[in-house]
């Protein structure tokens, strides 16, 4: 489909692929509803783009990597892949920040900037959809099935914890905010996935993601508890942090 107010992705995509597979191509462009209407009669099909090789249909873009051997995304696969992708990005986005400050990457202060940005991170993506986080935390938080309104708050608690945490202020705050919320969170994913074996989504990245539930996510919440006692030592006195290279 090339319309004036529309240009088919997945048409762009089939073209793309195919010519880095070795496919000369031949792009037949349908630029009116009736054209396209008229094709899907004619094909039995329900969607554009369709491929065809040497005369044979092939089908659409999903269609068109399975024939080349390429993997396809089922949509309601689970994947961790979007933790993995979060994670990696605020690591990395600490040791530039403690790169910058220190002129080293691996700081004590490194690991410190990496929790606080991964909760800012998981708090904006919660806040995109408050309403769809909600719907997949009750499902499985202990406090939230008690009190739903702590499924609204959760997402701003987060994000309050992780900025001040960032910037290494209001201690006496970010620290029983973290300690709270993580231990409730650790509590609610071992029960759930541990104790009663519940095969559920986890709602850390949003409402709509299709992370499961399990070891990850209680490890989010562990180091969102060890990050706060480390900031309570830090704060009572003890030598537990430093700007310096470890």
């Not at 008690?146 to 997402?155: A, K, M």
Request: charged share 15%; net charge neutral.
């Amino acid at each position: 489909m090339m319309m004036s107010h529309h240009t088919c992705p997945y048409g762009l995509k089939a073209k793309d692929l195919l010519r880095r597979s070795g496919y000369e191509v031949e792009d037949h462009h349908l630029t009116t509803r009736e054209q396209v209407d008229a094709f899907k009669t004619e094909h039995g099909v329900a969607t554009t783009p369709q491929v065809f090789i040497g005369g044979e249909r092939v089908g659409g873009y999903d269609d068109l990597r399975r024939f080349l051997g390429k993997p396809v995304v089922e949509p309601k696969a689970t994947s961790y892949r979007p933790v993995v992708a979060l994670f990696a990005m605020t690591a990395l986005m600490a040791m530039a920040a403690s790169y910058g400050v220190t002129g080293s990457v691996l700081t004590l202060r490194a690991a410190e900037w990496f929790i606080g940005f991964s909760m800012a991170v998981l708090a904006l993506l919660k806040l995109q959809n408050i309403e769809s986080f909600s719907t997949m935390f009750l499902n499985y938080d202990l406090l939230a099935k008690r009190w739903v309104l702590y499924s609204y708050i959760y997402p701003f608690a987060e994000g309050l914890a992780g900025v001040l945490m960032v910037a290494g202020a209001l201690t006496w705050l970010s620290v029983p905010i973290a300690l709270f919320i993580g231990t409730v969170g650790a509590a609610s994913v071992f029960k759930a996935v541990y104790i009663d074996r519940r095969e559920l989504n986890c709602a850390c990245v949003s409402g709509s993601s299709n992370v499961p539930l399990g070891f990850i996510s209680l490890t989010e919440n562990l180091m969102m508890v060890a990050m706060a006692v480390w900031m309570a030592l830090a704060a009572s006195g003890l030598p537990v942090s430093t700007g310096h290279a470890m």
